[in-house]
């Protein structure tokens, strides 16, 4: 089974530049996530999708973070004008409707400088 | 007040040596979710559990629901253990409460 997968896995941007990074979940997995990881924390919920519709997007930074699952399937994590403290790691994660177990993408490190 | 709490922050060992990780959580949990994330790559799921132990190689872990605590060992630790261990609960709207992690350093 092919795990959730996400591109770029490393971007370094200057402040105010913007950056975008895409997640394709496990197949038929109906929820997906994007978590920010800061380095020394743990990862932080920034939004949650139940197939295309948004279920939580409360802690994302709306004015400069966006994000889209159009279809259901893949999504875009989108940041636009990044700053210096965006530096993170942008995890994807997927979920079965009614499964336990989230898995992880590999993650995409963002270095803004 | 973090609903997860994990210590140590930071551990290093020697090779061989048996390493506990502990997790304490004030949430009503269904499961509870050990994670690894080795440095450049993302996370692998390595154990839920719900009640009692759980052993896969020279992973354990086991969780005490009453005392709200969750411990991982890794027993003859190698350099290749190196990693963040992070403990993560799940909440009633589908998400989850993460640990901030324990970054692990095995030297050989």
């Known amino acids: 089974e092919a795990g959730v997968a996400q591109s770029p896995r490393y971007k370094i941007i200057e402040k105010r530049q913007s950056v975008a990074f895409w997640c394709n979940p496990i197949?038929?997995?109906?929820?997906l996530y994007w978590y920010q990881q800061i380095l020394g924390q743990g990862p932080k919920l920034l939004i949650q999708?139940?197939?295309?519709?948004?279920?939580?997007d409360s802690q994302l930074p709306k004015d400069r973070f966006s994000a889209e699952r159009l279809k259901g399937v893949d999504s875009t994590l989108k940041i636009q004008p990044a700053k210096l403290e965006d530096s993170a790691v942008y995890l994807c994660?997927?979920?079965?409707?009614?499964?336990?177990?989230?898995?992880f993408g590999e993650g995409s490190w963002l270095t803004v400088v | 007040k973090n609903e997860v709490e994990q210590s140590p922050q930071n551990l290093t060992a020697q090779e061989g040596e048996f390493i506990t990780i502990n997790c304490s959580y004030s949430?009503?949990?269904?499961?509870l979710h050990w994670l690894q994330q080795h440095p450049g790559g993302g996370i692998v799921s390595l154990f839920m559990?719900?009640?009692g132990k759980k052993k896969h190689g020279r992973l354990i872990a086991t969780i005490n629901i009453q005392e709200k605590h969750s411990s991982l060992h890794i027993t003859a630790s190698h350099p290749r253990d190196s990693a963040v261990y992070i403990c993560?609960?799940?909440?009633?709207?589908?998400?989850?409460?993460f640990g901030t992690g324990t970054s692990l350093t095995v030297i050989p």
């Open positions: 559990l719900s009640s």
């Open positions: 197949s038929g997995h109906a929820t």
């Open positions: 994660a997927s979920r079965q409707r009614n499964g336990n177990t989230i898995y």
């Open positions: 999708f139940q197939n295309n519709g948004v279920v939580d």
């Open positions: 993560a609960v799940p909440n009633t709207g589908n998400q989850f409460y």
């Open positions: 949430v009503g949990i269904s499961a």
